[in-house]
């Protein structure tokens, strides 16, 4: 039987499931969630008007996924959003993210240094941003995208222009892991963020006594309890093999139910 799930979106990418298998654990992944680049009209000017103002006008680029920089990628280009990056650099715009992934990706680009709180929640980076004092920023993000980083922001008269870049919806056909996950024949489901958490709620409302859920960080937890889904526990870091240390310690532990 296999130990961990891994949901999975479409048109995303970790390294999570090469690090357990890495460690010897049965891996299966299967999407619950579509995330893609933004298709309306004005899609592509929203992106323009993003490198505009990372090249040109705002103080801070605050990214908090991956999803939002491919998103940009898919919608311009990586040429043009290096360029952005470089000129906004040059400048002395300053960039900041949640966590380390995010954080590895925007560096790749040519951002640099990057601003990341000690704990990966959108609170610890509205915390440390705040001690900069109020300041403008550009945060291209997705369309569904919590507001508490920008509110608390505003509340202390930054002026943040969040603009949806990508869209993250749950996956239309029921996944093919859904009865397996309702029937327990996993012990650990690893859940990345707190759309994922809706997205397997939506077709697994309570997961059953004896599967944990790992989360990659308090926000996710936070989620799982809310919505009920069942027992959580909170990995000690974004990372891949700090998700993969979370997973081990469970199976080690027994939080599961002993699997025949």
Do not use: H, N
Request: glycine share 10%; net charge negative.
């Amino acid at each position: 039987m296999p130990d961990v799930l891994l949901v999975r979106a479409l048109g995303g990418d970790d390294k999570d499931a090469g690090t357990l298998r890495e460690r010897g654990l049965t891996v299966v992944e299967d999407p619950f969630l579509v995330v893609r680049a933004c298709a309306d009209p004005g899609a592509g000017e929203r992106a323009e008007r993003v490198l505009a103002a990372i090249s040109d006008t705002a103080d801070w680029l605050v990214v908090t996924s991956q999803a939002a920089l491919r998103a940009l990628i898919d919608l311009t280009s990586e040429t043009s959003l290096r360029s952005s990056i470089a000129g906004g650099r040059d400048r002395g715009l300053q960039f900041a993210t949640v966590g380390e992934v995010t954080s590895a990706a925007m560096t790749d680009l040519g951002a640099t240094p990057v601003l990341v709180p000690s704990v990966s929640t959108a609170e610890a980076l509205r915390q440390d941003l705040a001690t900069w004092g109020p300041a403008t920023i550009i945060a291209p993000q997705g369309s569904q995208a919590m507001k508490g980083l920008a509110g608390g922001l505003r509340s202390l008269g930054w002026q943040v222009d969040e603009v949806v870049v990508y869209e993250t919806s749950t996956v239309g056909a029921r996944p093919e892991a859904a009865d397996r996950l309702a029937a327990g024949d996993f012990a650990v489901v690893v859940l990345r963020s707190p759309t994922a958490v809706r997205a397997v709620a939506s077709f697994v409302p309570r997961l059953p006594d004896g599967t944990t859920v790992v989360c990659g960080g308090p926000t996710t937890a936070a989620e799982v309890e809310r919505t009920g889904l069942g027992t959580v526990v909170i990995s000690p870091g974004p990372t891949a093999d700090a998700v993969a240390d979370a997973v081990q310690a469970c199976l080690a532990d027994g939080i599961t139910k002993e699997r025949p």
